[in-house]
């Protein structure tokens, strides 16, 4: 009927889809890694700065 | 640890629905408007009802006919679908077996209300009222667990309420207890639906307890679930006909 | 938001992984633990008040919590022998009644030109009550002063009767000939007691009940549930219980046995079986020969037939299969089982039974009752008790008045011992003598609505308007109460003094009403208003009500019952437990059991099978007279118990259904119960309905005139029409089609206003020529789609 | 060469960001005249409580629900179709990769507003955060939603970089400041040189590949909110997937309906998004289909054969019963879509003298099943007689196919519009197809009467609100950005030069 929850590890488990909180904090830190990870990349784009003069044939410059 | 547990013998149990009306003077469930009763939002957390629940053609003719009747408050199940879904644990069992609804956190999703195969939750679609002076009558018993309501209080609109036992009734009776200075019997309090039952088809006791009526009752060759086919380990048991 | 701090706790104490600890415990459970800060508050001051429920005849005692000076909790009293501390759900919802929003909230007088109501005070109304009965009292004639009661227990009815006497009027009436008047002939043609029997279902092994819905709606339906889960499973061996009945109620549907019969055939089947227990050998010999009168033919004045061969010749099982519809074998079992597994009882309707106003209602219930006798079960273990009661002090002797004395002794004006010769009240006859020109000039309501609880009842607007002066005591304005002149309300159970005899179990006992709250409004207790209105009528009236209050009355009415005053306030209820069956022959036989409150037949402790005190009656009529009183037999036939075919209103063809109006546990007896809506809640759980009532119908009467659940249908009789939804009920007779009671009022109050239908309105509104019953199951329906 | 294009591109696709004429006006105050009933009722809602729905009990989720599911389904194709495009370098995504993003974002919107809708107490919205139990089915939904939803966000703004640059550099004068400054901040001085370029590209590849299972994740878990009561009907396996496929199958439809939707909006688009990506994806499409209808026979075959009592009287009030209309409704508009979509592939396109073939003859067929299927539904007691109510259902049948053969040559000439009308039957299609999931089993609960469920007013209006946001954020979003990616035209039309010389 139940999990084997005499070991710790289940006990852990048990905690942590259990507990009010936990549950919003483990959404909230995917949620959180996701957002910085976006901020990452778009910084790691817009911050790339290229020697080399001749560029991407678009945007045109006219 | 005590596991408070109810028993109910079909065969004593006389479809008088004195349980219903019991638990709606004891726990403040409201009277809902005519309409709103029709289109099935009654709340009556110990409702009795015929068997079959589903009208079916081939229920025999007359005379060759039996009708039955069942009652049923929740089953607080050891292993209840509600708890296990509610996403804010606004619904749990307390360490008596107690299933629990905590109005001040429930967020009103019935998802709770989905999962019970036994369809004992029941929401409040609307503010829940007492015309005029009906209001005079309420209990005014309060038991509230670290600050949020539970048991008779008067729900708000948009929660899920259910049968808790009469849980304030076992607070109130420990209460005493403490007051008079001795220890808390399990026989010191029952439910409304028990104290008034016509048939005296209720039983209610501590399961741990092998000498209880209830542990004695659960071995009855008679005693059986509701619906155990559905997983949740029910644990208000019932006694058949005959 | 406070969170619930028992899940930090968990993680603390699981995180750190304290194996074993509490909640590690816990967390193995699976439960959170909600005892640490759980806190109850409940009201600042609470007591219990003991008292007794009035929302049926059953009279459970009741204990009232009361917080903060409110009533809001009934419990059943544990100490009371009817109820054993449970309660049904009128008691349950009683609070309803209280704390009613349409509750009326003081006297009131209405001028019959406009129909304006105006408020009054209390002085004035005692005022005009009691000049009103001077005038007719001066006129000489007090018996134009009426007073019609329900359910009126306890003291109470003897207290009005004492009333009315003193005016001078012998015009009483009780409802009793809507309900449990017939089951009472019955026991008093037979047994010589005029009361309803009370039945030891505790130590009986078999029971067979004829149509009595013991779990519903009996004349005591709490004690009767006590009585038969017991017999179920409250002790070792199992008794079973039989139902005859041609619907399937739940009394039935929780029976071993449910035999379907043909509606107003049950005196058939109980003579059927007579007639096997007889054949067999199996009628208790010592009963019959020695203490029973006319089992055997005898010869006084002319030979008699006795109840023997009366049975021998004309119902023997097949012949009583051709009437009842039940198989001859299936007669043939049941009585060898009911004469063969004794102690065993036969049981026949009170309230809400079959049985009442057949048109052959008394005989049914003689020849049931019969049944008893025929195996011994009068006033034995497991069989049929006569009801004690507690002795209560006789009120002083009337002072003697002319007028009173000769008005007493005008015939009564609903023809009970007159028209109907064995009647002693007959409710809904008021109305036609009323119309038929009787004079009345004063009628009171006490606890009575016939406008709408009598079989055509809306013949009563008709008939008070010729009624100059309508008194009206109900705590809502009712069907009656507003066609009444004066309305003064009473309070409600729970605000006043009161109480009641304990029936239903043998043994004497008194439950006491008590106000657990002050009332609510400017209500007066009836009882008190009349003593006031004795005291400023004067004279002999005023003597002969010597009491400051009510509650003096009864506390000089229950001196004698062996608890003091402040006692019984404390229980609320004082028995004395345990009936003592009496001797067959014993002195104590004579006195209370058998044949102690004949009116003409001796009272020599001899059970009638041919029963002396009919012959007294109807013994000397020829065969017309009979045929008038709706007899088909002659000579000894008419006096022994015979199966009379019921003489419906409307022919088969025609009207092919038989109505039967239904009491339900839910709503109940009581005008007023309509109108509390926890009750109308749950009124139609049998078929799954709400707020409203239904006709019951057999699943393939109904597909044979097109209807299907829901279905709106038209119901006519010859004397009306109602329209409601279909239910299909397949444990139902055919020709059998049930409406419940009490739905359809036109009044009371916004809950029961407007709801569902009154069955009683196309019911035939004559009575029962012999006895003046209400005639509720002679009427023939069409049923049709609306 | 390019330069003229892409001057070519810029009128076309940039000039009409700055004109705010009548039409566009006019299509906004429709839409806000369609969404307002909605929120005034839902306003109500909120102070009377939910009983101003027609949910009950045992039925205790309704429309609201259906449309959530919906939604998410929806909004699944957008972004996971674009990406599984991009990954497969399928050339002729280019032009709709920017609306199926957007939808994708637009489509969670709606429906995370769907969520709050229903919920008893959306002042209480807050605690899941505060909480949150990860056991909760629930839990897992919002975890789900919201990552998806900021994951498409994103995707969408990855794609729309190099635009908005090209929207601060070409911005007429006459271009209010606000919305000049407005695309500066959004550009993050993106330059486009070489080094960004590739970057780009590698976070796009990046999140095109995560951006899949978790839009997968989304729509299962949205089963599991089933699946894991005990509820009859929804125990089935197959859930899961389905729901998935229905979700691809209904986004596709969308995404048909939107493109379309923004050709006729902008008519320059014609040259962007052309037949050959109706032709394309409509093969796709029909696969979709095909899967659909292989789940949809596996959920009602398992139902009546396996053993579970409870299950069968919601399967038979699908079959047979009060969900009849819907559940074989649903299952028409889907062969009928298939066929319009396959049916014109397989005739020739000189016209006919066959009388089946003609377009009137279908027309008229078409009129009369509807008629046929209406009364069929309406289950009228007059024909309640077995023979007749055959004998109806045979002659449905016949109208039905006759209808078919009837439309199919007058489609053949007609790709686009035969797609539209495809796309508007799934869609409908599947939105029952939710209903059909929800109502018989909250319909059909054990312990309870059965009972019914008639949307009220209320919901219906949210409902349609609801759409109508969904439109109103579409045509707001293109008018300040480009309804197709421009960059990856540019792109496309650069490759197909560079292995054109």
Known sequence: ?62 | ?242 | ?786 | MQQTLTLHDRDELLTPLYQFDRKFWTTIAALVLVIAPGILLYIRQLVLGLGVTDLNRPVFWGAYLVNFIFLIGVSMAGTVISATLLLLKVNWRRPITRIAESLTVFGLMTAGLQIIMDMGRPDRLVFTLLYGRLQAPLMWDIASLTLYLLTAIFALYLQLLPDIALLRDTAPATAPEWRKKLYTILSLNWRGNKEQWTRLEKAMLVVSIFIIPIGISLHTVTSWLFSTTVQPGWKSTILGPYFVVGAIYSGIGLLFIATTFARYYNKHLKEYITEKFYENLGWFFIVMSGVWFYFTLNETLVATTEQETLEFPVVAAKLFGEFAPAFWGMNLLMIAATWILVAPKFVSDKPSRNLFLQTTTGLAATAISVVIFALLSLRLPALSDPNLQTGLLLAFFLFFLLALLGVTKWLKTRLITATVIASAFVLFGMWLERWNVLMPTLTHARLAPYTTYHPTVTEIAVTISTFGILTLMFVVFYKFFPSVSVWEVEEGRALEQGSGD
């Open chain 3, 1 to 786: 938001m406070p969170k619930q701090p028992l899940s930090r706790r968990d993680f603390l104490k699981v995180g750190g992984v304290a194996a074993g600890s509490a909640a590690t415990l816990a967390a193995m459970k699976n439960f959170i633990s909600a005892r640490a800060g759980s806190q109850i508050q409940t009201a600042a001051e609470e007591n219990v008040v003991a008292s007794t429920c009035h929302l049926c005849s059953a009279g459970c005692g009741i204990l009232v919590r009361v917080a903060d000076g409110k009533a809001v909790k009934l419990e059943g009293n544990p100490m009371h022998p009817v109820n054993q501390g449970a309660l049904c759900p009128k008691g349950q919802a009683a609070p309803e009644l209280l704390y009613n929003p349409d509750r009326l909230t003081s006297p009131m007088r209405r001028d019959r030109a406009t129909g304006q109501l105006t408020q009054i005070q209390w002085a004035d109304a005692i005022q005009l009550v009691a000049e009103k009965l001077n005038t007719l009292r001066d006129a000489g004639h007090p018996e134009q002063a009426v007073l019609m009661h329900g359910d009126t227990r306890g003291q109470m009815r003897s207290f009005l009767t004492r009333f009315m006497e003193a005016v001078g009027s012998p015009n009483v009436v009780s409802h009793e000939s809507l309900n449990v008047a017939a089951a009472k002939l019955g026991m008093y043609l037979t047994q010589g007691i005029y009361g309803l029997p009370a039945y030891d279902l505790e130590n009986a092994n078999y029971v067979i009940s004829f149509g009595a819905n013991l779990l519903e709606a009996g004349p005591n339906p709490q004690r009767t549930i006590s009585g038969y889960t017991f017999l179920r499973r409250g002790r070792a061996t199992r008794g079973k219980v039989v139902v005859i009945d041609p619907r399937q109620s739940i009394t039935a549907s929780k029976a071993d046995e449910w035999i379907p019969i043909k509606p107003g055939t049950d005196a058939a089947l109980a003579l059927g079986m007579a007639n096997v227990i007889i054949t067999s050998g199996l009628v208790d010999a010592d009963f019959v020969k020695n203490y029973c009168f006319g089992f055997d033919n005898f010869a006084s004045s002319g030979d008699h037939k006795g109840f023997r061969d009366f049975v021998l010749e004309n119902y023997d099982p097949i012949r009583v299969e051709q009437i009842t519809g039940i198989p001859a074998t299936t007669i043939a079992r049941l009585a060898g089982e009911f004469a063969g597994n004794g102690p065993a009882v036969a049981i026949m309707p009170g309230k809400g039974g079959l049985l009442n106003g057949g048109f052959s209602g008394v005989y049914t219930a003689m020849a049931v009752h019969m049944l008893n006798a025929l195996v011994g079960s009068i006033e034995s273990t497991g069989g049929v008790m006569t009801q004690r009661y507690m002795p209560c002090v006789d009120y002083p002797k009337l002072p003697s008045d002319s007028v009173a004395k000769k008005g007493f002794a005008t015939t009564r004006l609903d023809g009970a011992g007159s028209k109907f010769p064995l009647g002693r009240n007959s409710y809904q006859s008021v109305a036609d003598a009323i119309l038929e020109g009787d004079k009345v000039e004063a009628l009171f309501l006490y606890d009575a609505n016939p406008a709408f609880e009598t079989p055509g009842g809306k013949r009563f607007a008709d008939a008070f308007k010729k009624v100059p002066f309508v008194v009206s005591f109900s705590s809502f304005m009712d069907e009656s109460a507003e066609l009444a002149d004066l309305i003064l309300p009473e309070p409600t159970f729970l605000e006043r003094w009161g109480d009641d005899h304990i029936e239903g179990l043998g043994y004497p006992g008194i439950s006491l009403y008590q106000p657990v709250i002050e009332p609510l409004y400017d209500t007066l207790n009836t009882g008190d208003f009349f003593l006031k209105v004795a005291e400023s009528m004067g004279g002999t009236v005023a003597k002969a009500f010597a009491w400051k209050s009510y509650e003096e009355v009864l506390q000089f009415r229950l001196k004698d019952i062996g608890a003091d005053w402040e006692l019984l306030k404390e229980l609320g209820v004082w028995f004395n437990p345990g009936y003592r069956f009496a001797k067959r022959g014993s002195q104590h036989w004579i006195e209370n059991v058998v044949g102690a409150e004949r009116l003409n037949a001796p009272r020599d402790g001899y059970f009638d099978l041919y029963s002396r005190e009919l012959n007294c009656f109807i013994g000397e009529m020829k065969k017309d007279e009979l045929a008038q009183l709706g007899i088909s037999q002659t000579g000894d036939g008419a006096i022994l118990p015979h199966y009379e075919a019921t003489v419906f209103q409307g022919d088969e063809a025609q009207y092919p259904f038989m109505l039967n109006i239904i009491t339900l546990m839910s709503l109940g007896p009581r005008s007023d119960a309509a109108n509390m809506p926890s009750l109308q809640e749950i009124s139609g759980m049998t078929v799954r309905e709400t707020w409203d009532s239904w006709l019951e119908m057999n699943p393939e009467s109904a597909r044979r005139l097109g209807l299907v659940e829901n279905d709106r249908v038209k119901i006519e009789s010859p004397f009306g029409a109602i329209s409601t939804k279909v239910k299909l009920v397949a444990g139902l007779h055919p020709d059998v089609v049930n409406v419940p009671f009490n739905q359809g009022h036109t009044a009371v109050g916004r809950y029961a206003k407007g709801r569902g239908v009154n069955g009683l309105e196309i019911l035939n509104p004559a009575s029962e020529p012999l006895t003046g019953l209400a005639a509720f199951t002679n009427t023939r329906v069409k049923v049709s789609k609306a």
């Open chain 2, 1 to 242: 640890m005590t596991d408070w547990c109810m028993v109910i013998d079909l065969e004593k149990c006389v479809a008088c629905q004195g349980c219903s009306i019991a638990c709606r003077m004891e726990n403040n469930t409201p009277v809902v408007s005519p309409e709103e009763a029709k289109n099935g939002r009654a709340i009556r957390w110990n409702d009795v009802f015929p068997l079959p629940v589903h009208i079916a053609p081939d229920q025999g003719e007359y005379p060759n006919v039996k009708t039955h009747y069942s009652t049923r408050p929740c089953m607080h199940c050891k292993n209840a679908p509600c708890v296990k879904v509610c996403p804010v644990q606004a619904t749990y069992i307390d360490e008596e077996g107690i299933v629990r609804q905590n109005y001040d956190r429930c967020i009103g999703c019935r998802f709770c209300t989905m999962a019970c195969p036994y369809g004992v939750r029941y929401f409040n679609w609307f503010e829940p009222q007492w015309e005029e002076t009906l209001a005079e009558y309420r209990n005014p018993d309060q038991l509230s667990v670290n600050g949020s309501l539970e048991g008779p209080a008067v729900r708000p609109v948009g929660v899920v309420e259910k049968c808790t036992y009469c849980v304030h009734r076992l607070e109130k009776a420990k209460a005493r207890a403490k007051a008079e200075g001795r220890d808390f019997r399990a026989d010191e309090y029952v439910p409304a639906c028990v104290q008034t039952c016509t048939g005296k088809a209720r039983f209610f006791g501590d399961l741990d307890d092998p000498n209880s009526t209830v542990s004695q009752l659960s071995k009855s060759l008679r005693a059986t679930h509701l619906l155990e086919d559905s997983g949740a380990h029910p644990k208000t048991l019932y006694l058949a006909e005959g």
């Open chain 1, 1 to 62: 009927m139940n999990f084997p929850l005499e070991q710790p590890i289940f006990q852990f488990f048990y905690w942590l889809v259990n507990t009010p909180g936990v549950g919003a904090g483990v959404v909230g830190l995917l949620v959180g890694a996701a957002i910085t990870t976006f901020a990452l990349t778009l910084r790691w784009i817009a911050s790339a700065k290229d020697v080399e003069q001749e560029a991407y044939p678009y945007p045109p410059k006219l």
